[in-house]
Every structure is written in structure tokens, then in C-alpha cells.
């Protein structure tokens, strides 16, 4: 003989319990057909990375499929580059430009085409345009492998002020004004101390403006940083216990 038994099981709570608050998802796809030559470019929105945590500007970047910014030197140094497993050292072969304007510096005593993405404010980013590959010669000599074209925002949503405070005496200020329908006006300042040895002392200030004239967008845009860098130690000094992890080998490394 069988025995069979069937058990249900309902929980019963409180009427409010059961509402449950409606929850919008919004999905874009931009239509490339004629107007992309290959697979390997496209365009992102602000919508697309507006909620990704940035540890830094640099990973603005991090956008284009395949392409990762890594940084070893303060907050201050143009990051590493590299696309689909590729080492594009700081900017040599990945070409980058803001509203139109080319951000490699052709001279420079790290390398030629060094790219510091450091004065980007992400909060006023519009849109990120890419390409993949040598395949357009506008984009200038440090495309060899990639290029990224940063646009900021024609119309910002309203004026504001944001701060930030976090861990290590970090401390971050963003503010935008709108002065007329065509001229915006914003700031992005911040400092931090970090979590090694010897201070890091990050102090850094981005300002931006922009206005529309006739058609025509006139983007300016001034930037600067100091920060003492510990750089990469050795390992095998860590493990011998000469070094700790956080400490530094020259404690007067740094820029500004």
C-alpha cells in the first residue's frame, strides 16, 4: 500500500504587505546601420554608465568593450591602458578627445601621446563614442589601436551642488550653474590623503565651461593636480618584512 499526501502551505499577512512598488527598467539601443563601418564601434549614452561606481575618471574608458584603465601611480598620472589584452602603455595607442578637442600630449617625457583622463568630471559626460581598431585616419596618429571621444553635456538638469566623504580623508565637491540657456558653468574639486604610509595628499581641481553660440559649442576647460605617488614596491621586500604593504621606496615620488 501507497500513501500519499499533499500539504499546502499559504502565508497570510497584513493586505499592505502585499503591495509591491512598481519598478521601471528602460533599455536603449542606438541604430548603427549606416552609420557605423564596423562592429568594433558604437556609442554610449549617459544613461548606459551613469550608475557605474568610478574609483577614478580614468575608468570612463572601462565603457568600451574590451578596454581596461589601471592606475599605479596616484591619482594624479594618466592611467595604463589596455585593449583586448593589449598594453597601450599610457595613451601611446589609444587616442581620446573631449568634445572634439584631442586630450594625447604629442610631447611628453613618459611617452608620446600620453593620455591623463584625470581632468574628466564624469558627472558631465553626455555621451562616449568609440572605434576599434586602425581603421580612420581623423583620428590621428595615437589610434592605433583605439580611439574614444568624450562629449559633455549641452544642457545640464538644473543647478546643484554634490559632496562626497569617504575613507582616508577623502572629500569630493561637483557643482554646476547654469548662467543662461546657451553658457553652463561647473566645478569639480577633490582631496584626499589615501591609505598608504606616506600621504598621498591628492589635492585636485577641474573647471568647465561651456557655451552655444550660433550653432557652434565652445568647450573650455582647466585642470590641476599635485599628489605624492608610493608607486609599486617589491614584493620580496614585503615578505622580508623590509617594506610594509602600504609603505613607499622614495617618499618624494609624486606630480603635479
Given at each position: 500500500?501507497?500513501?500519499?499526501?499533499?500539504?499546502?502551505?499559504?502565508?497570510?499577512?497584513?493586505?499592505?504587505?502585499?503591495?509591491?512598488?512598481?519598478?521601471?527598467?528602460?533599455?536603449?539601443?542606438?541604430?548603427?546601420?549606416?552609420?557605423?563601418?564596423?562592429?568594433?564601434?558604437?556609442?554610449?549614452?549617459?544613461?548606459?554608465?551613469?550608475?557605474?561606481?568610478?574609483?577614478?575618471p580614468?575608468?570612463?574608458?572601462?565603457?568600451?568593450?574590451?578596454?581596461?584603465?589601471?592606475?599605479?601611480?596616484?591619482?594624479?598620472?594618466?592611467?595604463?591602458?589596455?585593449?583586448?589584452?593589449?598594453?597601450?602603455?599610457?595613451?601611446?595607442?589609444?587616442?581620446?578627445?573631449?568634445?572634439?578637442?584631442?586630450?594625447?600630449?604629442?610631447?611628453?617625457?613618459?611617452?608620446?601621446?600620453?593620455?591623463d583622463?584625470?581632468?574628466?568630471?564624469?558627472?558631465?559626460?553626455?555621451?562616449?563614442?568609440?572605434?576599434?581598431?586602425?581603421?580612420?585616419?581623423?583620428?590621428?596618429?595615437?589610434?592605433?589601436?583605439?580611439?574614444?571621444?568624450?562629449?559633455?553635456?549641452?544642457?545640464?538638469?538644473?543647478?546643484?551642488?554634490?559632496?562626497?566623504?569617504?575613507?582616508?580623508?577623502?572629500?569630493?565637491?561637483?557643482?554646476?550653474?547654469?548662467?543662461?540657456?546657451?553658457?553652463?558653468?561647473?566645478?569639480?574639486?577633490?582631496?584626499?590623503?589615501?591609505?598608504?604610509?606616506?600621504?598621498?595628499?591628492?589635492?585636485?581641481?577641474?573647471?568647465?565651461?561651456?557655451?552655444?553660440?550660433?550653432?557652434?559649442?565652445?568647450?573650455?576647460l582647466?585642470?590641476?593636480?599635485?599628489?605624492?605617488?608610493?608607486?609599486?614596491?617589491?614584493?620580496?621586500?614585503?615578505?622580508?618584512?623590509?617594506?610594509?604593504?602600504?609603505?613607499?621606496?622614495?617618499?618624494?615620488?609624486?606630480?603635479?
Open positions: 500500500m501507497a500513501l500519499g499526501a499533499v500539504v499546502g502551505l499559504a502565508a497570510v499577512g497584513p493586505a499592505s504587505a502585499q503591495d509591491v512598488e512598481a519598478i521601471s527598467v528602460w533599455g536603449r539601443r542606438a541604430n548603427a546601420l549606416g552609420r557605423a563601418m564596423s562592429a568594433s564601434e558604437g556609442r554610449v549614452a549617459f544613461s548606459d554608465f551613469a550608475a557605474r561606481p568610478l574609483s577614478r580614468g575608468e570612463l574608458a572601462e565603457v568600451v568593450p574590451g578596454l581596461a584603465a589601471t592606475q599605479h601611480s596616484g591619482a594624479g598620472k594618466a592611467n595604463q591602458y589596455f585593449l583586448r589584452g593589449f598594453n597601450l602603455d599610457h595613451g601611446t595607442d589609444l587616442a581620446a578627445s573631449l568634445d572634439g578637442a584631442p586630450l594625447n600630449l604629442p610631447s611628453h617625457a613618459h611617452g608620446q601621446g600620453y593620455l583622463l584625470n581632468p574628466l568630471t564624469p558627472e558631465f559626460i553626455h555621451d562616449i563614442s568609440f572605434r576599434k581598431g586602425p581603421y580612420a585616419a581623423e583620428n590621428g596618429d595615437f589610434a592605433t589601436a583605439a580611439a574614444v571621444a568624450f562629449e559633455t553635456a549641452d544642457h545640464l538638469h538644473g543647478d546643484g551642488i554634490q559632496a562626497w566623504i569617504g575613507q582616508n580623508q577623502a572629500y569630493r565637491l561637483v557643482g554646476a550653474k547654469a548662467l543662461s540657456d546657451n553658457l553652463i558653468v561647473a566645478a569639480d574639486l577633490t582631496a584626499a590623503r589615501g591609505p598608504w604610509t606616506t600621504p598621498e595628499d591628492l589635492s585636485k581641481a577641474s573647471l568647465l565651461g561651456k557655451a552655444q553660440v550660433g550653432g557652434w559649442s565652445i568647450t573650455a582647466a585642470y590641476e593636480a599635485r599628489w605624492t605617488s608610493t608607486d609599486q614596491i617589491p614584493r620580496r621586500a614585503v615578505e622580508a618584512g623590509t617594506l610594509g604593504r602600504f609603505d613607499a621606496v622614495d617618499a618624494t615620488d609624486g606630480g603635479e
